[in-house]
């Protein structure tokens, strides 16, 4: 039940996100063609022509058993991953800084050494 519920979440989300994108290239082809851009029912008819496309969009997403299935399964499969706890996120930064470090250390070194070598071959 959780499942479906985060799905429904991240469904309306994604028509939410489908209307602004289909009411500003809807906008656009209607500035291309000179069309008038009147307002019907407290909305302009490219918003009006969007939210029936985003809400076609989410009933075909909701009607599709196998779409459904597939976002129900990759939700529960997401429920089940653990992620580190704060002590060991703070342990694998210090890790990683520390190893940037003496990686940058070596590479001073051989860039050192290697400028050096440089510089004699070519002043001879």
Do not use: H
């Amino acid at each position: 039940m959780k499942s479906k519920k985060i799905v429904n979440i991240c469904l309306i989300i994604a028509a939410l996100f489908l209307y602004y994108i289909a009411s500003q290239i809807v906008e656009l082809i209607f500035d291309n063609l000179n069309l008038p851009i009147t307002r019907e029912f407290g909305l302009t008819v490219p918003e009006i022509i969007s939210v029936f496309v985003a809400l076609i969009s989410y009933v075909i997403a909701i009607k599709n058993s196998s779409w459904m299935g597939f976002l129900n399964e990759a939700v529960t499969e997401l429920s089940k991953v653990t992620y580190p706890t704060k002590k060991e996120s703070g342990q694998s930064a210090v890790v990683a800084i520390v190893m940037v470090s003496v990686a940058t250390v070596f590479l001073a070194i051989f860039d050192s050494f290697w400028s050096y070598v440089t510089q004699l071959i070519l002043s001879n």
